[in-house]
């Protein structure tokens, strides 16, 4: 609770240093990317996206 996206993929990426992750955008005004928090490991995919979009960036962070 309390946590972002990205201020919770940091913590957890020093438990396990080779986790992947997607964020997606929130309809919320409080959450934004700022493209200089983008972190390695990190994929973003903005809504609205249909399932097939989705699974392609599930597919192509999976590669990574």
Known sequence: PHLSGIELFRKAKKVVPSLKCIL????????????????????YIEK???????????????KK
């Not at 609205?48 to 999976?62: A, Y």
């Open 48 to 62: 609205p996206f249909r399932t097939s979009r989705l699974l392609e960036i599930i597919n192509e962070t999976l």
């Open 24 to 43: 997606m955008s929130g309809y919320s005004q409080e959450i934004s990317v700022n493209p200089d928090e983008i972190l390695q490991g990190v994929t």
